[in-house]
């Protein structure tokens, strides 16, 4: 029997809606991308779903819009004066995320130049940059190489959190007993008081969208982005045959949400806090990258699984050489800190401040131990993922994306 177009569309919000079930009951364990991912392929290749239900639900026409709408968005979450004041963070993630790359591009001849492509900025990322290179892998017919970094894309959390959690909490526990020696020493000791003198506390300039606020509505916001979009588009026309061409939809739609975010011109967040359209988006750009897993059959897994493990194995051992037996640490000040934070590329939000979170819970056992955990680790971790995944991470995407094929 044929679907219909609302069987379609049921059968696929069906494993989106396990896949969040899944990770709401496991407290984010269980990633909820690996359910909807893993749950996908399986039912692909035993034939239960078809490989075109995207085409026949009516999403692959419009998917693609998903994927700028969250550029723009991203772009309007980032702070620059916040990456400027943790700068060290931003630094020590910038060097964890080139470890990967340098542990993607060793694995070359061991699984091939396009695998090893499409990985590296996977591996440094999350959606868009996976959306980017799937597309890009479809454009030039690599069938495995897009569902290799669909793969990817859905266990590296799997990977990740491991290592993040056990540094982060070696890092905690020593940050609490020093604070345990220094109450010890001194009674009226005070971390409060401590962070008070070493930060300043100049006032900001209210920016203009707070003044016009009311005007954000809905609509209003999708027409900015949509406007954003459309000017991207033009621009990257316009630069595709001269030698500015790595710079694509994707980079420019991020940079003019930057842009309008730090010039006060729209407020942050604007597609998730003020069209409240973020989610669907986020579903769109995710329905561009699973017809990739319906091109897989079983004579491609065995490939892909060891490419995957190859690639998991060189940046796991690039990143541990880079920071523990170079100096590359002393940025940030702690090898397991470092290590922590290289990790987050594979982790993105919420799961840096999920673990975090746990870190903090599992160690402090005061309301003043907590707070210093958490301006210590989490906001480590939370910048260091946010720095990889939302910025640097769809730079890397658009550039390694002309090179594949």
């Known amino acids: 029997m044929e679907l219909t177009q609302y069987q379609a569309v049921f059968m696929i919000l069906l494993i989106f809606f396990v896949g969040d079930l899944v990770g709401a009951l496991t407290k984010a364990k269980i990633s ?23 085409t026949t639900a009516g999403f692959a026409g419009v998917a693609s819009l ?30 964890g995320m080139a470890a990967a790359i340098v542990g993607c591009c060793v694995a070359i001849p061991i699984i091939g130049k396009d695998f090893a492509l499409a990985a590296a900025p996977v591996v440094n990322g999350g959606i868009v940059a996976t959306t980017t290179m799937v597309q890009a892998c479809d ?75 009311k005007y954000y509505t809905t609509f209003i916001c999708l027409a900015i ?18 030698p500015l061409s790595f710079i694509n939809m994707s ?16 407020p942050p967040n604007i597609m998730r806090d003020q069209a409240k359209a973020n989610g669907f988006f986020s579903f769109l750009s995710l329905c561009t990258i ?20 190859v690639i998991f194995v060189l940046v796991l051992v690039f990143t541990f050489i880079t920071f523990m037996l170079t100096p590359a640490w002393k940025v940030v000040g702690s090898k397991k800190l470092a290590i922590g934070i290289a990790m987050c590329q594979m982790i993105g939000y919420p799961g840096t401040e999920l673990i975090a ?32 995944v939302t910025i640097l991470s769809v730079v890397i995407a658009g550039i390694l994306a002309g090179f594949i094929g």
């Open 32 to 54: 909820s991308m690996f359910v909807i991912m893993m749950g996908f392929l399986v039912l692909f290749l035993t034939g239960v779903y078809p490989a075109d239900i995207m």
């Open 66 to 95: 998903g994927q700028y709408f969250l550029l723009f968005n991203m772009g309007t979450s980032v702070d620059l004066p916040t990456l400027r004041r943790e700068w060290r963070t931003v630094v020590g993630a910038i060097i």
């Open 139 to 213: 454009e030039k017919g690599l069938a495995a190489a897009a569902a290799l970094a669909t793969f990817i894309y859905a266990v590296q959390k799997f990977v990740g959190t491991l290592p993040a959690s056990n540094c982060g909490l070696s890092v905690a526990n020593e940050l609490v007993a020093d604070l345990r020696a220094k109450h010890a020493a001194d009674p009226n000791y005070s971390w409060y008081a401590e962070q008070t003198s070493s930060t300043g506390t100049a006032a900001a300039k209210e920016p203009l969208w707070k003044g016009i606020k």
């Open 225 to 242: 982005g949509a406007a954003a979009i459309v000017l991207a588009q033009t621009i990257a026309k316009v630069l595709k045959p001269t």
């Open 251 to 266: 980079i420019l739609c991020m940079v003019f949400g930057i842009t309008a975010r730090n010039t006060g011109l729209v």
């Open 290 to 309: 699973i017809p990739s897993l319906a091109k897989i059959d079983v004579s491609m897994l065995p490939s892909i699984g060891f490419a995957t493990v």
């Open 357 to 388: 979170t746990e870190i903090s819970n599992a160690v402090a056992q005061t309301e003043e131990e907590r707070d210093a955990v958490t301006a210590r680790i989490q906001t480590a971790y939370v910048i260091s993922g946010f720095t990889s």
